[in-house]
């Protein structure tokens, strides 16, 4: 019988001797040699050596419970269609859809044409992941005559793409175009060509270039390359009527457009409006105009209207409002379709030319709805996407002549589901400083509000980025076992508008730890629950959230999840070598050149203020090849802790070998991780 894992000796980073100064400060880092020199490359065997040992170490506890996470693993399977498959959506003379093979991982590419005929697979993904640790489909492009297949993939988890050409008729690759891609390619109207982006050595997006097919890459040419501003990185669109290629640069505050005919994608290109600081704008074109939305004026957003010809004289077609958030547009042939949010919640129009505007309906009182997109400029309905937190995903066709919502799928779950035993509640909570926080909670009916229920709270609060009140099956697994679950909609993210993200960031940045923790007592006040029996959980930005909240405020979580932990946020803005670092400063603030900036990131920066203090049970996860936050933030924090906590909780990093920023690639793969985590927190509160 194998004898069973010693949990009793964590594993214990070495400390070595390493300061710096700034700003008359001087800063002690005594594990920053667990950041590998060489790295994108990690080969220190110093560094190897420790990764393994806390990933042998979180391995022991999970065997010691290894039946719960199957369990859990299982439950959350048998609510997952093996062969779950797309709706088809039309494009021309063909439908196009995706399927899961039952028991596959990845997905299968499929196309038929709208006359009738046999299916044709378009790239089957498990063939391309197959005798691969990781595998990332990033964009699937069919040209517009349908003959080619542009592809961008990631096979180890640096978010470095291939993008390479198929021909359908034959399914071989014909040219790789490059290694280092990433976005969306876009072709030329002939086909003959497409555009793409690169990325530099630092990993920032710094180039848009135009390959013409069968020539060879060294002639490549060159649409724009960003060489002013080190923090912006270069994006790249095709407008909805298919006549405009959009080149764009820009950081989380900042853009700039310019465009170029598709048909000649390597004319000049022409610029929009100069960038401006902290003005934004994005842009569509249809009936020879230029469709422009923009926070110019109104921090809640405009549309405006421009002649291509004179690109920089914008007329305001819907003015920005202190009560309706634009979030974007569509320009299709007959419809502005306009995403907006009001008082949090998603609303959807879609406006005709002449200025006539039809809400498209949802009855719930919180939930999220989305337009899918469809990828012909003038279709008779449009495809709309809703759920809610006890709602599964439904898939609509919106018929504007009739005003119908076509139901074309609701999301199946094998092992059932009865919505009516569930409820959810929509509350507004009270922050330290008055502001009144929104909160979404689902619960299993009859759970009680005695105080004494366990709550599974979440949130992200960054980058202006909402979390939607979505359904989610994996939930279901926590609801069932008693368990009440919460989205905190914390400011940082744009959940209540522009201004609620602003709020969240920068010199606001404490705002959304003090919301996160307001909520909290909040649910506690309001008998959901009581201290010490709320579990949390956010990744990155999100896991930065985690590590102030289990700073300042201990004793009120049950356990602590932290995925691919923003961390080490004063190291990190300070070194501007770092990929992400020069486009991360519009959101945290520049330390190296403020030095208000690295007074208020040094009073915050969980790794900073790692205290000795009794911590709740935590498990730490992080990716050994993620460019966004690299693996040595959780392994620093979690070596800092271990070295200066002063209680027995337990603490785990687990770091995936083989993954990046989004854990393990395949469905399965990444259903057995929420099994871990959702595992971890059932065993730690009880």
């Known amino acids: 019988m194998d004898k069973p894992p010693d949990l009793s000796s964590p594993p214990k980073a070495e400390q070595r001797p390493y300061t710096y100064e700034r700003h008359g400060v001087t ?25 393994k040992a806390e990933n042998a170490f979180f391995d022991g506890w999970k065997a010691q419970h290894q039946g719960l996470i199957d369990q859990l693993f299982e439950e959350m399977k048998g609510r997952i269609k093996e062969d779950e498959s797309s709706v088809p959506i039309r494009d021309g003379d063909w439908l196009y859809w995706w399927a899961f093979k039952p028991g596959a991982q990845y997905r299968t590419w499929y196309r038929k044409p709208v006359r009738g005929g046999d299916d044709q697979v378009l790239l089957d993904e498990p063939v391309e992941a197959e005798g691969r640790e990781y595998f990332r489909l990033g964009a699937l492009e069919v040209s517009p005559d349908g003959k080619l297949l542009a592809t961008l993939a990631d096979y180890d988890g640096s978010e470095r793409f291939e993008l390479r050409i198929r021909d359908l008729a034959t399914g071989k690759d014909v040219e790789t175009v490059t290694k280092v891609g990433i976005g969306q390619p876009v072709w030329a109207s002939d086909s003959g060509g497409i555009v793409f982006t690169e990325v530099n050595d630092n990993w920032r997006s710094y180039r848009a270039r135009f390959h013409r097919l069968g020539r060879p890459v060294d002639e490549h040419i060159t649409l724009y390359e960003e060489t002013e501003e080190l923090g912006f990185s270069v994006g790249i669109g095709r407008s909805h009527d298919r006549t405009t290629i959009f080149v764009s640069t820009g950081d989380n505050a900042t853009t700039e457009v310019r465009f170029v005919p598709a048909g000649d994608p390597s004319a000049p290109l022409t610029l929009i409006s100069r960038r401006k600081p902290n003005r934004e704008y994005q842009v569509d074109a249809a009936h020879g105009k230029l469709w422009i939305h923009t926070n110019d004026d109104h921090v809640n957003f405009r549309l405006a209207v421009a002649d291509p010809a004179n690109p920089e004289a914008w007329e305001t077609v819907i003015a920005g409002s202190d009560s309706v958030y634009l979030t974007g547009m569509t320009a299709y042939r007959d419809h502005l379709a ?349």
């Not at 594990?31 to 590998?36: E, K, N, Q, S």
């Not at 070998?657 to 989004?662: C, D, K, Q, T, W």
């Open 27 to 51: 800063i002690e880092d005594p594990w920053h040699w667990l950041r590998d020199p060489k790295y994108p490359q990690v080969d220190d065997p110093g560094v190897l050596a420790y990764l």
């Open 338 to 686: 306009i995403s907006s949010r009001v008082e949090g919640l998603d609303q959807l129009t879609l406006r005709t030319y002449e200025g006539k505007e039809t809400r498209i309906p949802f009855a719930e009182a919180s939930y999220s709805a989305f337009f899918i997109g469809n990828p012909e400029f003038a279709p008779d309905a449009y495809r709309v996407g809703y759920s809610s937190m006890v709602t599964p995903t439904t898939v609509y066709d919106y018929h504007p002549d009739s005003g119908a919502l076509e139901v074309l799928k609701v999301q199946e779950i094998p092992s059932g589901y009865d919505g009516s035993q569930y409820a959810t509640e929509r509350l507004t909570l009270e922050a330290r400083d008055g502001a009144k926080v929104p909160v979404s909670v689902v619960y299993r009916k009859g759970f009680e509000k005695n105080g004494e229920g366990k709550l599974f709270l979440y949130a992200y609060g960054a980058y202006g980025m909402a979390i939607p009140p979505t359904f989610n099956t994996n939930r279901i697994s926590l609801l069932d076992r008693g368990w009440a679950c919460a989205i905190a909609h914390i400011r940082g993210g744009d959940d209540l508008g522009y201004k609620w993200f602003l709020d969240g960031k920068l010199t606001k940045r404490t705002n959304t730890f003090h919301d996160f923790v307001d909520v909290a007592k909040g649910l506690i006040a309001a008998k959901f629950t009581r201290a010490g029996r709320i579990a949390i959980n956010g990744g990155s930005a999100g896991g930065e959230l985690m590590g102030a909240v289990v700073n300042s405020n201990p004793e009120l979580w049950g356990a602590v999840v932290a995925d691919v932990p923003f961390v080490d946020v004063l190291n990190t803005m300070l070194d501007d070598t770092l990929p992400l670092t020069p486009g991360e400063w519009p959101e945290w603030g520049n330390p190296i050149t403020d030095k208000a900036a690295f007074e208020l990131i040094r009073s915050y920066s969980p790794y900073d203020n790692v205290k000795a203090q009794a911590y709740p049970p935590l498990l730490i996860t992080g990716g050994l090849t993620d460019p966004r936050v690299t693996y040595w933030e959780p392994a620093k924090w979690a070596a800092k802790l271990r070295a200066t906590k002063n209680d027995n909780n337990p603490l785990f990093l687990k770091i995936n070998m083989g993954a990046g920023h989004g854990g393990k690639s395949g469905r399965w793969d990444k259903l057995h991780e929420v099994a871990e985590t959702y595992g971890f927190i059932v065993t730690q509160v009880r």
